[in-house]
Structure formats: structure tokens, C-alpha cells
């Protein structure tokens, strides 16, 4: 069975930075785009960026510039350097990737979530 693990969240003072991680279990047939997703109180989750298995980047306006999404192929892993960061960026962030596991069809995939806090 496959299953998404995020990890790296905490606490991190305005301007810090953070690493999050995600790691596909369960050895996928193949995956094609995993991406990084956030979700603050009240708000609906939002994508912050996606990486293709191509190579191709998508980042969300207001995260350019300061989030650098990146994927280990051999290993199914993607991670998101977060830089200068604001207590906006407060939310859960949800690991998530489109991926077949064979026999099976191409299905998407969701984290359980980690947290990250912003805050002096």
C-alpha cells in the first residue's frame, strides 16, 4: 500500500527557514507530479508548487521567489525549502502526488500533514 509521509514542520521565527520532506512508500510503479499543498485555519487548502517527473516546476505567486520545491526520483522523495518565512505561512502542509501503483490505476495521493508555525 502506498502512503505519503511528510516531515520536517515546527516552529520557525519570522525570516527563518524550513525544510519539509515527503516520501512515497510502498514502492509506486511511477509517479508524476508531486506537489506541496497548505491549508491555514479557516482556509481552503492552496497549491504552493508541484514538480513534474519531467522536471517541470509550477510555483504559486506568492510563494516565488522565497519556496524551492525539489524530487529525489530514486528515492520517491520531494521536499520544499520554505525561506523567509512570515507568519502567514503558518499552516499544515500536505505532501501530495499523482502515482500508479500497479495493478491499480493512476490515482492521487495525500499526505497526513505536518505543521508549520511562523511566530516571534
Known amino acids: 500500500q502506498v502512503q505519503l509521509v511528510e516531515s520536517g514542520g515546527g516552529l520557525v521565527q519570522p525570516g527563518g527557514s524550513l525544510r519539509v520532506s515527503c516520501a512515497a512508500s510502498g514502492s509506486p510503479s511511477a509517479i508524476y507530479v508531486m506537489a506541496w499543498y497548505r491549508q491555514a485555519p479557516g482556509k481552503q487548502r492552496e497549491l504552493d508548487a508541484d514538480?513534474?517527473?519531467?522536471?517541470?516546476?509550477f510555483y504559486a505567486d506568492a510563494v516565488k521567489g522565497r519556496f524551492s520545491i525539489s524530487r529525489d526520483f530514486a528515492k520517491n522523495t520531494v521536499a520544499l525549502q520554505i525561506n523567509s518565512l512570515k507568519p502567514e505561512d503558518t499552516a499544515v502542509y500536505y505532501c501530495?502526488?499523482?502515482?500508479?501503483?500497479?495493478?491499480?490505476?493512476?490515482?492521487?495521493?495525500w499526505g497526513q500533514g505536518t505543521q508549520v508555525t511562523v511566530s516571534s
Open positions: 501530495n502526488a499523482d502515482l500508479l501503483k500497479l495493478p491499480e490505476n493512476w490515482r492521487t495521493y
Open positions: 514538480m513534474t517527473a519531467l522536471g517541470s516546476r
